[in-house]
C-alpha cells in the first residue's frame, strides 16, 4: 500500500509563493508517474501538473503554466509543487497523486491515478 502524505500548505497573500511536499512511502517511487491536483468548494478536483518517474518530462495545466513547478527527489522518495504569484482563484485542497505506469496521455484525468494523499489546504488572501 502506497501511502502519500502533504504538507506545506497554509495562508499566504496574493502574490505570494508556497511550497507543497508530498512524501510517499514506497521503496519504488521513482516507479511512479506523480501528479499534483487541487479542488475550490463547489468545484470538480482539477489537474494542475505531473512529472516523470525520472523527473525528466512535466505537463502542466495552462492556468499555472509560469507560476508553478512541479519537481521530485527519487532519492527522498518526495514530490514538489513550487507555487508562486498566488492568487485568490488558487484557494484550494491540493492533492499530491501517484501511479505506477508512465503514460503521457491520460495523466490529466484524476481516473488515471491509484494514490492520493489527504490534501492539504492553501488559502490566497487578496
Known amino acids: 500500500q502506497v501511502q502519500l502524505v502533504e504538507s506545506g500548505g497554509g495562508l499566504v497573500q496574493s502574490g505570494g509563493s508556497l511550497r507543497l511536499s508530498c512524501a510517499a512511502s514506497?521503496?519504488?517511487?521513482?516507479?511512479?508517474?506523480m501528479g499534483w491536483f487541487r479542488q475550490a468548494p463547489g468545484k470538480e478536483r482539477e489537474f494542475l501538473t505531473a512529472?516523470?518517474?525520472?523527473?525528466?518530462?512535466?505537463y502542466y495545466t495552462e492556468s499555472v503554466k509560469g507560476r508553478f513547478t512541479i519537481s521530485r527527489d527519487n532519492a527522498k522518495n518526495t514530490v514538489y509543487l513550487q507555487m508562486s504569484s498566488l492568487l485568490p482563484e488558487d484557494t484550494a485542497i491540493y492533492y499530491c497523486?501517484?501511479?505506477?505506469?508512465?503514460?503521457?496521455?491520460?495523466?490529466?484525468?484524476?481516473?488515471?491515478?491509484?494514490?492520493w494523499g489527504q490534501g492539504t489546504p492553501v488559502t490566497v488572501s487578496s
Open positions: 497523486a501517484g501511479k505506477k505506469t508512465y503514460i503521457a496521455a491520460g495523466l490529466r484525468s484524476q481516473y488515471a491515478y491509484d494514490y
Open positions: 514506497v521503496r519504488t517511487f521513482s516507479l511512479y508517474t
Open positions: 512529472i516523470s518517474p525520472s523527473g525528466g518530462s512535466t
